[in-house]
């Protein structure tokens, strides 16, 4: 139910705070508890708080050419694990949906689910925070999800699990960078959609991996099995978002045709 979202802008003279704040204000009806939102550039610095997105970013001091957010509706037991949080100390993930199991990896249940998370990718990583090296870990991953996660190398990637159970979707800014988001309402505020292939969604099993030089698609194995989250079109997503190429207010208006054909009041 998680909101997520993700900025990259080429030119490093461009500021992306006030776009995240405005894409995370759309995304605000998926998670009213915790705000997060990470600045990379120069430097680096992560604002987050309880409450909503107009109270905790009400004033962005940072700058960054990157950005990173998510707006949750799960409370955290420590702030640092307020999405989107530490993966490691070069790493920084959102993650909407749940990473039930790892390959290779022995889940502790006594562990938060963030430090699970952690261990794990230290593990696989070596410490190594190389982008492809941070996708190969989620193509490791098994659950519903849908990811985006930044590094200290100004890089980012953007990916959905094989079955693609939570939705992930592409925009742009003209020519000056893109826009990964969990609805494409984010579009229709900050940017506008993509329409290539795959149009306007990063497809299950893909991701979306950008650095300062490309921007490129990149498919993991994953299986052929679609599984889409029902509960998207029947109740977490705005209705004038698209999940899946579907307008959701269509979706909802046929389901109440569909009830009053079959339970006339």
Known sequence: MTGILGIYLF???????????????????????????ELLGKDRKKISGEGLVEDVLNRITGEGHICLGAVSPYSAEFKEDIQPFPLSEKVSVAIDGKILRIEDYDWNDSLRYEENLRRAFKKFSGGNSDIDKVKEFFDKCRGGFAYIAVNDKNEMVAGRDPMGIKPLVLGKFGFEGGIVASETCVMDVIGERVPISPAENIEPGWAMVFTPLSAKWIKNGGCCKKAYCSFEYVYLARPDSYINDIPIYRVRRNIGKKLAEESRV
């Open 11 to 37: 030119d490093e003279r461009w500021n992306a705070g006030s776009f995240g704040a405005y894409g995370l204000m759309a995304l605000q009806h998926r998670g009213q508890e915790t705000v997060g939102l």
